[in-house]
């Protein structure tokens, strides 16, 4: 028999526009992961579980152990199937949070008392997208034990359930191993068929030697970044090895998600006297700073134990100068050897400082970026475009150019430098120019040309953020203009230098600059004068088009197993009919130095330019009106 539980929790409805995040529960400790230096608690999770030093011979275990009792709020409608000598009950219930391991129920009397009896208790679900970690939505029938109950009511209970397998290793055996297969069958399917298209190329050289010459440099240095994306392994981590961390949040109007970043760079499992956090607001004009006091207050009160009140200050400038300016202001009163810098809107994993810091264990490395997630992803079809986006821009990319320790951008959201080569390099980056105008963005792109210059950098897939994406197209749009500016301003720069790293690495640089600026005149040359003058349907070019956007979302399904790898081939389209354009514009106005998705006074000083050529607009209009009038009336009057 079924039986319903009126219980269950109604569903919330998504709003428009409203981010849909991980909503994780809170542990009793505000900074549960930070070692406790009294011993009085260890930092094991609630439950119980071992220390770090438990597992010194295999860190990684430790921290999936971490991972699995890692819990979710949810508002899942449950199907508990319980079986007593042969006899099924079927009832419907609400989940409250989960876990790798297990579920909390709400179920009520009546059937707590039969299900401790049961032989046998299966748990059907459905794991919706946002829930749990990207990779995990799927639907559940999993056999569970019965692990606690607590009364919360005279007629309803607390049931926490615990699966018999972990959710990664169901949902592994599940699904996995066919994703896995499929995914890599395809790719190998898709690698192969490119070259041979490309080798058809050499065919029709003949006809047309720059377009062919264009597609086949544009498919080999692809299928590079991907073959060396892969052959890609992050540096392990040495649980000795624990260098001296400052970690820098330059905040400006950040009200919303300040106070989730803080928390997140203290709740670091890291030893307490080598991590600092120094918050530095820009002169924030909303409210911003009272945040920023109010979560230092809650930590300050939180435990002697943790020293929040040596470790944790903030600065606010007396006048908005800008991210640059705010940095460095904060790696002047940096204490360690090593600086962090943390976007605002950036939150870190419990473990991202301890593997960011390893590949610094090479005396020659100048800086490293994490892999940046993105936090909202299943908010609506821009932000999972853009997750996976930045999967394969982390992941493939960045992992490729790690190979040969020439990372060409340390991401803004987490990047780590040496703090001896910030200072050397601090007032030309502070002062950086380009064609007579101030740079007051590509902060990350500029500093990595200043590393690269002289010393190595490289990319921990393991040190991982999450970040907030853009939601709507029109800030989207203005952020991927700004990134292009930087881009190629910091591209150019770069190629001054990059010829002296190791051959290959240099040979994908200058690649990798050139096809992008091309690409627009292929795509015009290819969709619309070669169908236009000689009446050819341009097949081969869409072919290879949908080649390389299932190129990406092959891959995305490859390593992380999502359900969004659908989204990166509508990306590809997507860049192809709207972001490829942006490119001729940021050729002819790559110097400008405003941000367009927040009021900087770069910002400020050219929208007063516009308003100042607006009035004047009006007043010539006005002016214009006036001569009108006059010499109607003096042609009336003359006629009369």
Not at 182 to 210: D, Q
Not at 223 to 230: E, H, K, Q
Not at 298 to 319: A, H, M, N, P, T
Not at 357 to 386: C, E, I, W
């Amino acid at each position: 028999m079924k039986i319903k539980n009126m219980s269950s929790g109604k569903k919330m409805i998504k709003k428009e526009y409203e981010d849909i995040l991980l909503q994780t529960k809170n542990d009793r400790r505000i900074l549960a992961h930070v070692p406790d230096k009294t011993k009085r608690r260890s930092n094991n999770d609630r439950r119980g579980g071992q220390t770090i030093d438990s597992f010194s011979d295999n860190i990684n275990e430790y921290i999936l152990s971490k991972q699995i009792g890692m819990r979710y709020k949810v508002q899942y409608d449950v199907e508990v199937i319980y079986v007593k000598k042969g006899k099924k009950t079927s009832i419907i219930c609400s989940g409250i949070d989960i876990s790798m391991s297990g579920i909390l129920l709400r179920i009520s009397k009546e059937h707590i008392l039969l299900m401790q009896e049961a032989d046998r208790i299966l748990l059907k679900f459905e794991i919706t997208p946002g829930t749990m970690p990207e990779g995990l939505e799927m639907k559940v029938k999993i056999n569970a034990n019965m692990a606690r109950t607590e009364q919360v009511s005279d007629s309803e209970y607390l049931c926490g359930m615990a699966f018999a397998q972990p959710l990664s290793i169901y949902a592994s055996k599940k699904r996995g191993r066919y994703m896995l297969v499929i995914s890599a069958l395809l790719l190998l399917f898709i690698t192969a068929f490119i070259i041979l298209m490309r080798a058809e190329s050499v065919i029709y050289f003949k006809f047309n030697k720059w377009l062919y010459l264009y597609s086949i440099i544009a498919a080999c240095f692809l299928l590079s970044r991907y073959f060396f994306g892969f052959l890609y392994r992050e540096v392990p981590i040495d649980i000795d090895f624990t260098p001296g961390v400052s970690i820098l949040i330059p905040c400006f109007n950040e009200e919303e998600w300040i106070q989730r970043t803080i928390i997140s760079c203290m709740n670091q499992d890291y030893p307490i006297d080598k991590l600092e956090v120094i918050v530095i607001d820009d002169c924030s004009n909303d409210k911003s700073v009272e945040r920023i006091e109010e979560i230092i207050q809650k930590l300050y009160d939180s435990g002697d134990q943790y020293d929040v009140k040596k470790r944790l200050k903030y600065i606010v400038q007396k006048e908005n100068k800008g991210k640059r300016e705010a940095l460095a202001a904060g790696v002047l009163e940096a204490k360690h050897e090593l600086v962090v810098f943390v976007d605002s809107d950036s939150f870190l994993d419990p473990f991202a400082i301890r593997n960011l810091v390893q590949p610094f264990k090479d005396p020659k490395m100048g800086g490293v970026s994490g892999r940046t997630d993105v936090a909202n992803t299943y908010t609506n079809a821009l932000t999972k475009m853009q997750s996976v986006r930045y999967y394969i821009a982390f992941r493939i990319m960045k992992a490729a150019e790690a190979y040969f320790d020439t990372v060409t951008c340390l991401s803004g959201p987490l990047a780590c430098y040496k703090k001896e080569i910030i200072l050397k390099n601090r007032e030309a980056w502070l002062n950086q120019s380009f064609l007579g105008q101030k740079a007051t963005f590509g902060d990350d792109r500029a500093m990595t040309n200043f590393v690269l210059k002289n010393c190595r950098t490289s990319y921990q897939d393991s040190a991982v953020c999450s970040t907030i994406v853009p939601k709507k197209y029109s800030v989207f749009l203005k952020q991927q203009m700004r990134w292009k500016r930087s881009w190629l301003r910091e591209s150019i720069i770069a190629g001054k230098f990059m010829w002296k790293k190791e051959p290959f690495a240099s040979l994908n640089f200058y690649i990798g600059l050139v096809v992008p600026i091309a690409a627009p005149i292929v795509v015009l040359y290819n969709l619309v004068y070669v169908p236009i003058l000689y009446g050819i349907f341009p097949k081969a070019f869409l072919v290879g088009l949908l080649l390389m956007s299932l190129l990406m979302s092959m891959a995305q399904m490859l390593l992380r197993r999502s359900t969004t790898w659908i989204f990166g081939m509508l990306f590809c389209f997507y860049y192809e009919a709207v972001l490829l354009w942006q490119m001729p514009i940021a050729w002819v106005t790559f110097w400008k130095s405003t941000w367009g998705t927040r009021m900087t006074p770069s910002d400020i000083k050219e929208q007063k330019k516009k308003e100042k050529k607006l009035m004047e607009k009006r007043a010539t209009k006005v002016k214009k009106a006036k001569k009108n009038k006059r010499e109607d009336s003096h042609e009336i009057f003359t006629n009369e």
